[in-house]
């Protein structure tokens, strides 16, 4: 299964501060304290920002302290290079004293949380020559030949004051150990976010290790890699699990270098695992652009970075246009790397008003909340830029013009991309500049535009988009996308049409999700509903979700299966979990939640799974989200099961959470969604039970069957006893009619045999007809099993005589291997919809719970046939002694189940206390289980066919369900 991480919002969307805090206080002398830095964080807030970066924040070396403009001596009084880590006040878990104490940190935390901000916190795995790791681990550095330890070096660059770590030394494991408790301890106090200082420079496999570690246990841990390097390593970065990366935006100034590297980041091959975040300047990197254009060019550069990307984020200074710069250099002129630097924030020039539009607008329109649906505009002037952008679910599209020329206004026209916003070619639409709140009417995709830098350096306009009519642009289109599906009942019948019977209104829901349900009228007058919840994704969204299957494509927009799309999926999960009710045309969509601790926040998605008739799909370790596809009205097993089971107490069962059911006026309502609590498990018995034979199939035989341990003995009986207590549970006290226990009749045995008949008739007519196109080692036991027609109906017919002894419970209905999870050294049954080939009414009908018994013994069968497959695949000479082997498996196996599921039983009425009485109706329903096995394979695998006939084969040479065990 593939496992896919999906973030939290904040690590797709978001605007980002830097800011250096000894620097915001009232005296450029000293350092600021976090209180007082604190108490202007609301300026930060103001202007709409999520994220306040902070520049490093531990105790500063002494030794060899880079002094102003990065001298290599500083002065008395200087502070030094925040990012030469480590004094005797401590290392990466303290704070410099200058700043104050970790609880003045925690109070800066609380202060940002209480203003809507998240920080951040620079990670850089570095020391000064003052660290203690320097004293305390020395074998953690590099040394040269004299035993003094090296620093920092980029040619033709000294770095004295640095000591990097020495990732690959005979001590990596304590070292890594130490730095990946340095992220935890800021965890702990509150900090989800850091920007990774130059990872580009230490192993890629420690990233790997690290990152796995800390989102394992903290998923919504979100990691910026500062890599400014080659394409390819910054793209690896990502690939390691970095969460966002910087970029060369800073660099790309003209409007072919900003479309060629915009072209290239939304690449599907790229966009697929690389998340920019775009910083306009940065404390290295004060761009020449920014240094010669002024105001006009810092307005410029913060429309293209607040608009092209979902994040991006702004160095302190930039809102002040702060752009002196050391002569031929990108360095800032008195650097703040290197001294206080307190800023004015009265100053007379200044973008502050534009930065809080900027972030409004990046806030109120979706369809910027995202790095999906860029497409880049013509325009017949070089020096006008524009693209478009629109939300997935349609409900938003923004159309960004920039004059990229900061000095002269400049004119043209620009083309809207008319196809991708479903709009006619030749009818007038208005657009809206967020901006200024100026109107304009457009007609056509060909359209006018003048900006003059001194007055406006941008339009950013919001322009209508249509919305597909499901109801119309589906079409045809359900049909073939129904019967490419697993979970599709009906691909043996003919489709006469497809319509939708219900869905929301495009729109209505986040993340383009529409919930609906699509109606099947077949060419013999059935009709069947299934749940089809879709998503609406533009046309670039598509192309970057590699291997998205698209069922249909109208009106610039595509609509796809709303599994395949991560952020439909979380929509959804977060309706059921705050119990939202769902408005579709015709009905209504009611979601219950059943915990009120309930969280989806940060956790990651483990891919689809497409059932025989569902799909699932897990959240983290917290939830599985089951949908229903086939859908019928009524009361649903698996949900009446999951309540009974709960009030009688019964633990081994996942956790019910929430649900989504389908009401409609004069309906019964239709359950549509199961919410379940996620049980951490190593697999399922059926994979722990297959691996297990394979084993015991292969184990040298030279001792002798007789001393040979059979595997997984213990784990039978265990189930024995757990699906004993489930059948207790189920017959328990209850006030629901529902779930009482009614008595096994004679009539009620008379209708299983007569209903055995009809399957082994229509059974056997099947086998007989597919007998040539069969494997041959399956042919002859087919030939044999229609040789013994006749004694099989006398089978059947000899069941009608067995006494009506016990009882009629509800029971899980499809009770084998697959059905029960592997948890620690104990069992969780899941799955009570019985099964999905039979009606509703079949499924909720009382039964013995013998039923169940009868599929788990056979599900025994297939793992040791699965098993036996696979090695004499390996070792076809050995496949008769593989054979031999596999029995005796299988025989111990379901004595050990079938002893400890009568002794926890007891007398407990459900069941025969008789041990003949018990075993021939066990027999009952053993055949009754090897029929549908031998319908189903012969429609769907007849590579497995010779599983149900060895079965039948094995019953028409004496009992199997007389183990005694009491």
Known sequence: MLRVSVDRERARFGSWYEMFPRSWGPDPTRSATLREAETHLHRIAAMGFDVTYLAPIHPIGTTFRKGRGNALAAEPGEPGSPWAIGSTAGGHKAVDPGLGTLDDFDHFVGEAGRLGLEVALDLAYQCSPDHPYVREHPEWFRHRPDGTIKYAENPPKKYQDIYPFDFECDAWPALWEELKSVVEFWIARGVTIFRVDNPHTKPYRFWEWLIREIRSRHPDVIFLAEAFTRPKVMYYLAKLGFTQSYTYFTWRNTKDELTAYFTEINHPEVAEFFRPNLFANTPDILHAYLQRGGPPAFQIRLILAATLGASYGIYSGFELCENRAVAGTEEYADSEKYQYRPWDWDRSVHIKDLVTAINRIRHDNPALHSDRGLRFCQTDNPNLMAFCKISPDRSNAMLVVVNLDYERTQQGFVQAPLDDLGLPQHEPYDVVDELDGVRYTWSGDWNYVKLDPLVSVAHVLQVPVRVPDLATDLGEALGPFLERQRWFLGKARTIAATHLVDWSPVGSMPEGLVPAIAGVTYADGGEERYFTPLAVLSEADVQRALGVETIARRAGAALVDALEDDAACRALLAAMLTGRSISLHNGIARARAYRRDATSDGLPIVGGVAEQSNSSIRFGDRYVLKLLRRLEPGPHPELEVAVFLSR??????????????????????????????????????????????QQFLLRDRRRGPATDTIPFLASAALLGQRTAELHIALAGEGSSPDFAPEALTAAHVAALVARLQEDAHRSLTALAGRLDSLPPPVQERARAVLSLRARLDA?????????????????????????????????????????????????????????????????????????????????????????????????????????????????????????????????????????YELAYELASRPQWVGIPLAGILQILSGPVGQVRGR
């Open 648 to 693: 009688q107490r019964f633990t081994q069962i996942a956790p019910l959470v929430a649900t989504l059911e389908y009401a409609r006026p004069g309906e019964e309502p239709m359950l549509l969604a199961l919410l379940q609590g996620f049980v951490p498990h190593s697999g399922t018995a059926w994979d722990r039970a297959v691996g297990e034979v």
């Open 795 to 931: 089978h059947i017919s000899s069941l009608a005589t067995v006494p009506a002894s016990s009882m009629r419970t509800r029971v899980h209905g499809d009770y084998h291997l697959g059905q029960v999870l592997c948890a620690g050294d104990d069992f969780v049954i899941i799955d009570f919809e019985g099964e999905p080939a039979r009606s509703l009414a079949e499924r909720r009908a009382k039964q013995s719970p013998l039923k169940d018994v009868a599929g788990m013994l056979r599900s025994f069968s297939y793992a040791a046939y699965a098993a036996l497959a696979a090695v004499s695949d390996r070792q076809p000479k050995l496949r008769e002694r593989f054979e031999e082997r596999a029995l005796l498996w299988e025989t111990g196996i379901r004595a050990a189940f079938l002893s400890r599921y009568r002794q926890t039983m007891a007398d407990a009425a459900p069941v025969p206390v008789d041990d003949q009485r018990f075993g021939q109706l066990l027999d009952t329903f053993i055949l009754e289980k090897v029929l």
